[in-house]
């Protein structure tokens, strides 16, 4: 227990820190700027593969700066972006010129809303930073409507140069600054809380002394041919973002 307190109040720590120091999105985020560009071009990519009906009701878990609260209220969505970092979320407000969303600051253990609140929920690079998911899970689920969408970001465990380094720096055991997860995992986390998983897309991001190949995997086509290579994503995806949806009828169908 306590080695899981010290793990989460370093993280907070850190985004605490980042929004302190940053103006721009992605470094509040902790991310490179290719990361964040490369995570909200797929994101964007999800959602038209998903059809969503109507203006949704929205809590973006873990919102940081306010990145996806914005992408989503301009698609016409009613948002609420909620973190546990206070200076992340006067981040996200100074650069919310709109204000039409709602801000929170709340913990994933224990978010403030009633059962059946909201027609989706998204949470982007928060399961890394928690010692363990379920519970953030439980409640993600619990704040959903029945027919609700829960969308996933998750660093991805079976990395191949994640692995190998700890291999070489003789840390088989140690499960390190982050949390990483697979999809088999997730989906059993999932499967008894009723959900399923209807899409899923590999996030591919290039060494940052390599840019070019960012632009280069940009258009999408060579991403569709490498995850058609059997195992591939599996090995070098560095993240997944990934759609559930309730196994009864939903107001977000996947194709």
């Known amino acids: 227990m306590e080695e899981k307190r010290q793990f989460e109040y370093e993280w907070r720590r850190r985004f605490e820190k980042f929004a302190r120091e940053h103006d721009q999105d992605y470094l509040v985020s902790g991310w490179s700027s290719a990361g964040l560009e490369r995570r909200t071009s797929l994101f964007l990519d999800l959602l038209q593969r998903l059809k969503v009906k109507g203006q ?13 609260v914005r992408l989503l209220r301009d698609l016409g969505h009613h948002v609420v972006g909620m973190d546990y970092s206070m200076p992340s979320l006067v981040r996200a407000v100074e650069a919310d010129s ?56 998750f660093l991805n465990e079976f990395e191949l140069p994640y692995a190998l380094g700890r291999l070489v720096s003789s840390r088989l055991f140690d499960r390190g600054r982050v949390r990483r997860y697979s999809i088999p995992r997730l989906k059993d986390a999932l499967a008894i809380r009723n959900m399923k998983l209807v899409e899923c897309s590999s996030v591919y991001l290039a060494p940052r002394r390599l840019p070019w190949l960012n632009r280069l995997m940009a258009g999408g086509g060579i991403i569709s ?15 997944f973002l990934v759609a559930f949806v309730s196994d009864r009828p939903s107001s977000v169908v996947s194709n």
């Open 56 to 68: 949704l009701s929205v809590l973006d878990l873990g919102c940081g700066a306010g990145t996806y």
């Open 98 to 153: 709109e204000k039409e969303a709602s801000y929170v600051e709340a913990e994933a253990y224990h978010l403030p809303f009633k059962n059946n609140s909201f027609d989706m929920v998204i949470s982007i690079g928060v399961l890394q930073a928690l010692d363990g998911c379920e519970g953030a899970i439980e409640e993600m689920v619990r704040v959903l409507r029945p027919s609700g969408c829960l969308i996933l970001e």
């Open 225 to 239: 041919l490498l995850d058609k290579i059997p195992g591939f994503s599996r090995l070098s995806a560095h993240a």
